[in-house]
Every structure is written in C-alpha cells, then in structure tokens.
C-alpha cells in the first residue's frame, strides 16, 4: 500500500472515530447545531476523501448520510432515533470497507441500498446502529449477512496475518516534537555563531575539522527532527492531478494543472487540515469557474483551462495561492443570492464594494448554484474551507477578475521553521529575506538593468522586461543611507503567483539557514515582517514578508489573474466608525486604555535614560528629549520601562505603563466621567470595565514639542571589527561615533581592548570619558572587562555609562 492511500486508510479512521461520539452525543441533544455542522463535516470530508480514489461505495454511502445530514441542517427534518442507527450503521460500514482497504482485499458483500433507504423519513426497514440486529425486510436480512460475512471474514484475517514490521508507528504528543524541534533550532543558531567566530579566528587545523563533522551530524540530525513534525506539500500536491482530471472528465471540461513549490515543508498536522479545503477549491474551480470548451473558444480562450497552484514559505506563513483563467465570479449574482437568502439587505448591498461581496461566498450555507450535484452547490465547501482554516489561525481571500479567472489566497502558519534567507541592508539596518523569492541578484550599475525614476514610481528593464522597482529604505521609513540613488543593489523577487518585482537594498551579506520564530501580533499586523531570527553573530533581524509589501504597493497583475490585490478598502470605510483604542494596565493595577490615533508607538527604555530632575520626569528616545507621564512614586522595580509614545500632530509625550495589552475596538457605549478631567469616560471591554484617558486634556497639560537631545560622542577602537560589528550596537544605544580628530574632552565614553588599556594605564595616559574594556576571550578577562561578543553585557555597560555621561551633562548645565 503506498504512502498516499495509507494516510487516507488513517485519516478516514480517526474521522469516523470521532463521528461516532459526536452522533451519540448528537442523539443526546438534537438541538446542538454546533455539534451536528460537526458531524455533517466529518462525512462530507469523507466523501470528498472516497473521490480520491474511485470508491464508488464509500462515496455512495457517504453521499446518501451526507443529504440526510444536511436535510437536518436546513430545518426540512427533525433528527431522531431512527436517522442516528442509520448514520451509525453507514459508519460501521465504511469502517469495514476501509478495514479492507488496508489489508488488500475486497470490500465485503452486503446491500448498500438497504443502507441508504434506512435514511429515509420513514424508513420501510429498520437498522440498529451497528448496521445489525431487528431489521424487517429482505433487504435488511440481505445486509445482515453481508455484515456477518465481512466480520467472520475480518476475524479471519486478523488471526492469520503476520504483523507488518515496514509499517510499525508510534504517536507522540505535538508538545514533546515541538520541544525537539525549539532544541534544534537553538542549535543550529549556536553551529552558526560558532562557525562565525572560527571564521573570524582563522585557519584552525585541529578545531575545523571536528567542527565539520558536527556540522554534518546536526545537519542529518535536524532533517530527521524536521520530517517528524515537517513534510514537503509535494505529498498533499500529489493526487491534485488526478482530482482535476477525473473532474473535468465527468463535467465534461478540459483543464490542465500547474503546480509549483512542491519542495516547501509543512507541519503533518497542517498538511491534513489543508488537504480538504484546497479539495473544495479545485472540485468549485471546476463546476462553477472554468467554462466548458465551447464557450471558451467563443470568448477567444484557449479550449484548455489552467489551474494554477504555488505554494511559498515567507517566514512563519505558508502561502498557497490557487487560479484559474475562467469566468470569474458574478459580483451581482452573489449580491442577489446573498439579498435573497437574507445575508444581507438591499442597503448593505448599496454600500458594500466589489471585494467585499465576493467575501461573502464563505459565509455559511451560501451557494449560487441551482442544483445540488456530487461535486458542489450545497453551499458548504467555502464555509468548510474557512473554519478549517481559521481554527489553525489561518485565513483565506479571494479576488476575481470577470472573464479573466479567479484567484485564492491561502495563509497557513507554522510553529517554527529553518529556512534558507538572504540578509541585507539598507539604512544602517539589517533585514532578512526568504530564499525561495529570491531569482536573482543585480547591481542597478550593471549593463542588464537600466534603472529609471517616472514621479514616484522606479522602474528597471531586466531582462527586457520592465519590472517595478521598491526602494526598501522607502518602504520601512528608513534612512537612506549613504547609498547614491541609481546605485543601490537590486534583489529580484518572484512571488508564488509569478509576479517579478525588484527590491533595492544597500548592499548584501550573506545567505544561510535562518531559523525563524513568531513575533508579536501587534508588529505582525503591520503587514511588514513574517517573523524574526538571529545571525550568526547574535543580532537580531526582522524577515520581511515579500508577499504583503508587494501587495501594499499594488505590485500584482490583474490581467494574469495569478496574484490579485485583496483590497480591504471598503472594510476600513466599515469600521472607520468604530473607536480603536490601545489599552494597557498602569502602575495602580488599572486597566486604561487612549485612543489609538494617538498612539505612535510603543517603547521600550531603560530605566538610566529617565531623568526626573527638573521637577518633572523626562525620557531620551531617538535621540529627542521627551515629557513623561504615569511613572510610579519611588525608584522602578524594574530595569527597562514601557512607554507609549503619543502624538497630536504637533506635540509628543511618553505615557509610562505596567502592561501593554492590546489594540481593540470600543463597541460599548462611553459613561462619561465629569469628577476627573484626565478621564474622558469608563466602557466595558470582554466584561471588564476599562478608564479611557482624555487625549485632549492630557497634552494640554503635559505635551511638548519635542526637543532633539545631543548624542553623545564614544570612541572605538580603530578596527574593522569595530566598525562592523561594535559601532551599530553603540550606535542604537544612544551615542554618535566620535571621529578620530575629536578633542578628548567632547567625548563621553572610549571603549578600548583590556591590553590596549594597560598600556595606556603604565604610561599614566588618561582616558577620555567612562572607559568599557573588552577582552578578546570569554573568560580571559576579570570582572572589569567585557567579552566582545557579550552582546547583554555590553548593552547593560552602555547603558550604564549613558546614565553617568546624562547626568555630568546635566550637572554642567546646572553649574553654569
């Protein structure tokens, strides 16, 4: 038995084995609905399972439970007794069948017909929930000994047959695998940091050796952790052909598959859960969007239709994007059937644009089609394909072109992932892209590229094609560096629709295994980043997701229907009504909250950069000195502060927090409060009652324009690893670069090599400003020196030393 047919024998198993307990349940309290969408799920997977591999039995049977299940769901019958036994009767025998699947043999006699008639209302025969027991009926008598034989001849074989040692498995909990995978991941950061210090080291004849042999083993190592929880989607992609051709063949349509990204690695568990729903996207593909031949033709269409499926790992997200070249959705079809079924009303259906009612072909029960068939129009697969996805935190758009085809997205996410990526720069920043987009790399000064600006938009013929062009510096808000325009480096992307663009950075450092890990909503819903990782000497980048800016910027092609903008436009005039608010909990305990357009950022510093002289507190962030508010009385209890920057446009503030929490919208009506002028009212949030602090009167009494601070002058080492590796952690801790003809005295802070010092000590040469002293080796040193790739201790020492070099500053001032 192949691998393929094996996974369906398991997963047909455990869906019947949990169907059972649902139908029980079920029969228990008829008036769940949840519980029986449920059951009719579990049966309607199983069905769309058994069309896989031509089982006109286990199809037939399932489609017959299937219709009485959905009989239910629609209110055209009451559930009792009699349809449980008959649905558990039917379970029991797929059950058998799929028992004979696996062994090899052939199915067990016994009449289906009776099986399906005892779904009816009002059944002629009768049938205990094992498919045995009093039945009237000579069918029923016919099924009786169908089931005896099957089960005599199951007792046979299972006393008979040798155990199979090729097919020995065991179940371990996700949690244990998932510890495994963490575990592998770290070590594959500490192989790269080690592999970067060897590198830096030199040529080590007795060290890199044993260090290649570790390097192998944890590579062997990682590929067996990874294929116990990770599988290609190659396995998943492989029995789409099939699907697609048995389709067209029965619907009488011609249509040719193109698959792509077979190689990208997914978790088992999610490769299950996407199985069904990218099932219902091809079987509504083809009866509903392609076309038949004829019309095709007459249109100006190739008589054979493309469906297109790629898939791409971008971070911590797989992306699965499924196309066809057919007739696109009917938005005023949609809008009528969704009028007339009471989705919506006529005055929605004014106001709501066209992405916004193709949207609603995922809502429950909705179908446009006339009749049911077995391959749609029960109004259930969109549905199904939405909730599998989004109980795994996944999401699924959809865009449409009339006349040019229709294009879905899938996003699917992953615990954790090692992929290859490339790390770039641009604006003194480090960022990492994944591999898989990359499909070249050119210097806009080469002769392959002519690089041109026209207004606002950077265009570049590569290739002779003209392909759109993204400074990433623009994009993120950042610097642009000391990069001249025109010659930047250019990474050429290729989405997984096909779609070329090209990515301007300032230079690029290396390619490698990146092992990518979850960041937090709030950053993920910038759109910007898919996750973050560590380079090889500790630092900590951001993984840009190609696929969201590239969407921003409008860089997809309708007329290719491959990647089409699912514009969100009308749901922001939606909820542009809706009050947001960032909430948090302060110093006292209480939950507060203020409103998010005020909201610029969120902060975090250290305790040293917070001044309270003065008779108010005031905070360094960027380089500009800041009012702060909300401190506690008495010294912090902890090292680093949370702030929330705010903003009105003109004037800015820092709000101290205990907690941030999160960004949520304020649908309960505002009390407000007249006894406190900072309160502009108390509402409920999830139940709980929450202060909304008055913006208006807040920077009316606290807010300032800000005040840029002078940075302070440290002075490095004159190296390249200074430069390189020392001088953007400085940098970013608040101090400039001090050049090498800057008077001692304008320098607060020097950072020298522990023998370098010494020298200068046993000259009696003094050392201009706070002095941090690095050691060459991680315990060669004593207490007063700092190993140099200490990344912790270096930041906590220059920290330390921006707390002293604010403070003699301050003093100075005071003085004069």
């Not at 052939?106 to 005892?118: M, S």
Request: hydrophobic share 45%; proline share 5%; aromatic share 4%.
């Amino acid at each position: 038995m192949d691998d393929l047919l094996a996974d369906f024998v398991a997963e047909t198993r455990e869906m019947l084995e949990a169907s059972e307990g649902e139908i029980i349940a079920w029969e228990a309290d008829p008036a769940d609905r949840a519980r029986l969408d449920t059951i009719f799920r579990f049966v309607h997977t199983v069905k769309g399972n058994c069309g896989f591999f031509d089982f006109p039995r286990l199809a037939g049977l399932s489609h017959a439970a299937e219709d009485a299940l959905a009989d239910c769901r629609a209110g055209r019958r009451e559930p009792d007794s009699a349809l449980v036994s008959a649905v558990l009767a039917i379970i029991d025998r797929i059950a058998a069948m799929i028992d004979a699947v696996e062994a090899g043999e052939d199915f067990p006699e016994g009449d289906d017909e009776a099986l399906i008639a005892a779904l009816a209302e009002e059944p002629e025969i009768e049938i205990d929930a094992r498919g045995e027991g009093p039945v009237a009926g000579t069918a029923a008598e016919a099924t009786l000994a169908g089931d005896e034989a099957g089960a005599e001849k199951g007792d046979a074989r299972s006393s008979n047959a040798a155990p199979n040692p090729a097919l020995r498995s065991i179940r371990l909990p996700v949690e244990l695998l998932d510890r495994v995978m963490s575990g592998v991941s770290d070590m594959v950061l500490a192989r790269n940091d080690l592999a970067h210090r060897l590198r830096q080291a030199g040529n080590q004849p007795t060290i890199d050796g044993p260090f290649e042999r570790l390097t192998t083993i944890l590579s062997d190592v990682r590929d067996a952790i990874t294929r116990m929880r990770m599988q290609r989607i190659e396995t998943l992609f492989s029995s789409l052909p099939r699907l697609v051709r048995d389709l067209s063949a029965e619907l009488g349509k011609q249509v040719m598959i193109d698959l792509e990204g077979g190689d990208v690695e997914l978790d088992r568990e999610m490769i299950e859960v996407v199985r069904d729903p990218l099932t219902h996207i091809i079987r509504n593909a083809i009866d509903h969007g392609i076309e038949p031949p004829s019309d095709r033709l007459a249109r100006g269409k190739r008589e054979i239709a493309l469906l297109s499926i790629a898939a791409r790992q971008s971070g911590n997200t797989i992306s699965i994007v499924v196309s066809d070249d057919g007739r696109g959705l009917d938005e005023e079809r949609i809008a009528a059937k969704a009028v007339a079924t009471g989705l919506i009303s006529e005055a929605e259906r004014r106001e709501m644009g066209r992405d916004k009612i193709l949207q609603l072909i995922f809502e429950p029960g909705f179908s446009t089609a006339e009749t049911v068939t077995g391959v749609s129009g029960r109004g259930v697969g969109l549905d199904v394909v939405r909730q599998n996805l989004e109980r795994v935190g996944g999401s699924i758009k959809v865009s449409s072109q009339p006349g040019v085809g229709t294009l879905f997205t899938l996003q699917i996410p992953l615990t954790l992932s090692i992929i290859a990526g490339l790390t770039v720069e641009t604006g003194d920043q480090r960022f990492a892209i994944p591999q898989s987009y990359v499909e070249e790399i050119v210097h806009s000064s080469a002769k392959a590229l002519d690089y041109t600006c026209m207004g606002e938009t950077s265009l570049i013929t590569f290739r002779g094609q003209r392909v759109p062009c993204l400074l990433l510096s623009d994009v993120l808000g950042l610097d642009c560096g000391d990069v001249a325009e025109g010659d930047h480096t250019m990474v050429m992307l290729r989405l997984a629709s096909g779609d070329l663009f090209a990515l301007a950075v300032d230079r690029i450092h290396s390619h490698g295994d990146l092992v990518v890990k979850p960041l937090a909503p709030a950053v993920m819903k910038s759109g910007f980043y898919a996750g973050s990782t560590l380079l090889d000497d500790g630092q900590p980048v951001l993984l840009l997701d190609v696929t969201n800016i590239a969407g921003m910027y409008d860089l997809v092609s309708d007329a290719r229907t491959r990647v089409l903008k699912a514009g969100m436009d009308d749901l922001d005039r939606a909820s542009g009504d809706v009050m947001r608010a960032m909430l948090f909990t302060d110093f006292t305990g209480r939950r507060s909250g203020l409103r998010l357009e005020l909201v610029k950022r969120i902060e975090t510093a250290p305790a040293s950069a917070i001044d309270r002289s003065a008779g108010r507190a005031r905070a360094v962030i960027d380089g500009v000195i800041l009012p702060l508010v909300s401190l506690p009385e008495g010294p912090l209890a902890s090292e680093k502060v949370r702030l929330l920057r705010l903003s009105d446009g003109a004037c800015e503030l820092l709000h101290a927090v205990a907690e941030v929490d999160d960004a949520v919208e304020l649908t309960e009506p505002l009390k407000p409060v007249a006894d406190d002028p900072l309160v502009e009212a108390v509402t409920l949030v999830a139940g709980q009652t929450v202060t909304l602090i008055d913006g208006h009167e807040l920077f009316a009494r606290h807010g300032e324009p800000p005040e840029p601070a002078a940075r302070p002058l440290a002075r490095l080492p004159d190296s390249e690893w200074a430069r390189t590796i020392l001088a953007p952690l400085v940098t970013s801790a608040g101090y400039a670069i001090a050049e090498p003809n800057v008077a001692d005295d304008k320098v607060a802070l020097t950072i020298m090599f522990e023998d370098v010092y010494e020298v200068a000590a046993a000259l009696d040469r003094p050392v201009a400003g706070s002095v941090i002293r690095l050691s060459d080796q991680p315990d060669g040193g004593d207490r007063e020196t700092i190993y140099r790739y200490d990344r912790t201790a270096l930041v906590e020492a220059l920290q330390h030393a921006r707390g002293r070099s604010g403070s003699a500053s301050r003093n100075r001032k005071a003085n004069a």
